[in-house]
């Protein structure tokens, strides 16, 4: 059985895991864009490190807030099962037994 969260609690769960996700996903992105940028240090002028380094830090960044958001949905035990319909597909299709001349 599986306890059941507030709408207040969910709701500070998921700003919570949101706001690490995101603060990780920066700092990853970051040391990634000094690691890139690197070797090439005296090849690349300072814009082209600089961009390179932010659009890794948010590219991370906003991967890092997403899947925050994916892992509270693990943590709260949401999945496809629980929007499964009687028939046990969970995107509304029926479909034919495959002996059958239904399409």
Known sequence: MQAQLNPRAGSDLLRRYRERGLWGGLALGAIGGAMVCGP????????ASGAVMFGLSTGLGLLGWFFGS???????????????????HA??????????DAN
Do not use: F, R
């Not at 090439?40 to 814009?47: A, G, N």
């Open 40 to 47: 090439h240090v005296h090849d690349w002028s300072l814009t």
């Open 70 to 88: 994916l892992a509270v949905g693990s943590v709260a035990g949401v999945g496809a099962h629980d929007a499964a319909e009687p028939d046990g």
């Open 91 to 100: 995107d509304g299709a029926h479909h034919a037994d495959p002996g059958s």
